[in-house]
């Protein structure tokens, strides 16, 4: 089983996005679930969503704390949130950064593989508002392979539309991959 | 053939609610119900559900159209949460009381005060005694099922209960997970339409309904009352075994137990912290401890004589509650599984934990499994213990 624990801030699409990956994880013949933290709702405040994937069903119905892997949708909100707790030896960071800022995160030594992206500049590019989730989803099935993109292209499709669709292939495709 | 469908809990509800076709729907949102109002209203919106729904100004008045409906003939369902629950209390205990096979989800969220928005079943476990059926749930896969159940229950001739299908705000309501949906046929087969076969209220031929009636009257229905909730207890698990034959599923009836067989010690659960227990139980196992479960299903009717069955032969239990019984020093789960093993010698232990939509891990059910494991019969009077997370951080 693998699990993930996503960051971003009200607005993104965080909870959106844990979404899913559920729908592409069962779309691919996996079990899949995902659960908000149950915080509180403003745009701009910090809100993170665990997910976990398994080829078995899956019955624990928690909170993820020891994650394999972290998506990011905004850096900033590690100075809001205890970003890195509990991450797994080998673990992934998907994150939308681009180089410059990646290189002001001190990264922990259980993080193995990062992936980094400047989802907002792309989504903006593609659907003319900077919500990077959809963005993100690529970098994630890119990185870690727990999905087939084109099951999760197709999940976002039917949820946000073509453009959308797009910008998971952009995410796919322009993600730079790093391993430490 | 069956098909397979992502939806989060509350979606659940609203799809079982649709295959179950009621007459007339009235419904005021709360968080965390929100959400299965607004399904429910869209169905009726896009013509997928032929159902009258009532956006209503109460809950109080929401439960009070379906008592009109209801008498009338026609099948209903409403849902609610917490302080909903708590301004419809005066007619949820008149729908039992009348007899009216109402379905009622309770998306549970914890009471006020303090303010609190997050998941507990205290709201619906505080009224367990005002005469409803009441089933706890564990996955958005048993919301599903147990709605459509609770309908062939309530409506069952020797029944006329109304029932509460409860599962846990935002842990169930708000998760996203894969289930598989029956064919509508086979549910329409399942569930044929309801037809009373008493008096129904009708415009063109009115009479009174309730009237001042004296207490020898008022304990010859509520003896009535009270044999129909003990006929339950064979009801349910009938209805249950008849949906496995259908879809391949069952829950169990009232209770189950998982890996209890060669138990030494069990955990005795309720709603949506079931899923961590099993995985709590399955770790154990795996380190060689014979430690079992018993989810408790139905609450109402209590099911003593399976709890009774089930930890009889055990050297011990530990119950854990979402919740607190005032004025016991317990949980309520406790105090009922208690109950039903008077007379039994047999050492427990209490946790409480997971208030106020906190997490109950896998990690903090594992640790009350060791603590049982090691406990000595002095424990039997020990106050309960409170669980806390250990790996909780500050919010995110």
């Known amino acids: 089983m693998k699990e993930i624990r996503l960051h971003g801030r009200g607005g993104q699409g965080t909870v959106k996005a844990s979404e899913l990956i559920v729908r592409a994880a069962v779309r691919g013949g996996r079990w899949a679930n995902a659960i908000p933290y149950f915080g509180f709702e403003r745009s701009g405040a910090p809100v993170s969503a665990f997910v976990r994937i398994s080829d078995e069903m899956i019955w624990p119905k928690t909170q993820v704390y020891r994650p394999d892997c972290l998506v990011v949708m905004d850096a900033s909100v590690r100075s809001a949130v205890p970003l890195f707790e509990g991450v797994k030896e080998g673990s992934m960071l998907i994150i939308n950064s681009d180089s410059e800022e990646l290189q002001k995160i001190e990264l922990p030594d259980g993080v193995q593989t990062v992936g980094f992206v400047d989802a907002t500049q792309i989504a903006h590019e593609e659907l003319g508002r900077p919500i990077p989730n959809t963005v993100m989803l690529g970098a994630f099935a890119r990185v870690s392979g727990w999905v087939a993109v084109d099951d999760l292209r197709e999940c976002v499709i039917e949820v946000f539309g073509a453009e959308n669709g797009r910008a998971v292939s952009r995410g796919y495709e322009e993600v730079s991959i790093v391993n430490g | ?396």
């Not at chain 2, 509800?13 to 729907?25: E, G, Q, R, T």
């Not at chain 2, 958005?140 to 029932?163: H, T």
């Not at chain 2, 996203?176 to 949906?181: D, H, S």
Request: with cysteine; charged share 20%.
């Open chain 2, 1 to 396: 053939m069956n098909r397979i469908k992502v939806v989060n809990g509350n979606e659940a509800a609203a799809l079982a609610v649709k295959m179950s076709s009621p007459d007339v729907i009235a419904a005021y949102p709360i968080t965390p119900q929100s959400q299965l109002v607004e399904y429910l209203g869209q169905y009726v919106a896009d013509d997928e559900l032929d159902a009258s729904m009532s956006e209503v100004e109460s809950e109080h008045s929401a439960m009070s159209i379906l008592q009109g409906a209801s008498l009338a003939g026609g099948r209903t369902f409403t849902a609610t949460s917490s302080q909903g629950l708590a301004l419809m209390y005066e007619p949820y205990f008149r729908t039992p009381t009348l007899r009216l096979p109402v379905v009622m989800a309770i998306v549970n969220r914890e009471m006020i005060s303090p303010q609190t928005v997050w998941g507990g079943p205290q709201d619906s476990l505080t009224l367990r005694d005002a005469g409803w059926i009441q089933i706890y749930v564990e996955s958005n896969q048993e919301i599903f099922d147990a709605i459509v159940q609770a309908f062939r229950i309530a409506e069952d001739e020797d029944i006329l209960l109304p029932v509460n299908v409860c599962y846990d705000g935002f842990y169930l309501s708000h998760l996203t997970e894969p289930i598989e949906l029956p064919p509508a046929d086979d549910v329409a087969e399942f569930l044929p339409p309801y037809e009373p076969d008493h008096i129904l209220l009708d415009p063109d031929d009115v009479m009174s309904v309730d009237p001042l009636t004296p207490g020898h009257l008022l304990m010859e229905y509520r003896r009535r009352h009270m044999e129909a909730q003990q006929r339950a207890l064979q009801v349910i698990p009938q209805v249950d075994e008849e949906y496995a034959g259908l879809t391949g599923r069952s829950w169990g009836g009232l209770t189950y137990s998982y890996r209890m067989q060669d138990a030494e010690v069990a955990l005795v659960t309720l709603g949506s912290m079931t899923g961590a227990a099993r995985v709590a139980v399955d770790n154990l196992r795996d380190e060689g401890r014979k430690v079992g479960l018993l989810k408790i299903r139905v609450l109402r009717p209590f099911p003593a004589t399976e709890v009774l069955c089930a930890l009889q032969d055990k050297r011990a239990y530990a119950v854990i509650d979402r919740n607190v019984s005032f004025g016991w020093g317990s949980g309520i789960l406790h105090t009922e599984v208690r109950a039903a093993l008077s007379g039994k010698n047999i050492p427990s232990l209490n946790y409480i934990g997971g208030l106020g939509g906190e997490d109950l891990t896998v990690q903090m059910l594992q640790d009350a499994i060791n603590e049982l494991v090691q406990l000595d019969c002095e424990a039997v009077d020990a106050p309960c213990r409170w669980l806390h997370n250990p790996q909780r951080s500050g919010d995110r």
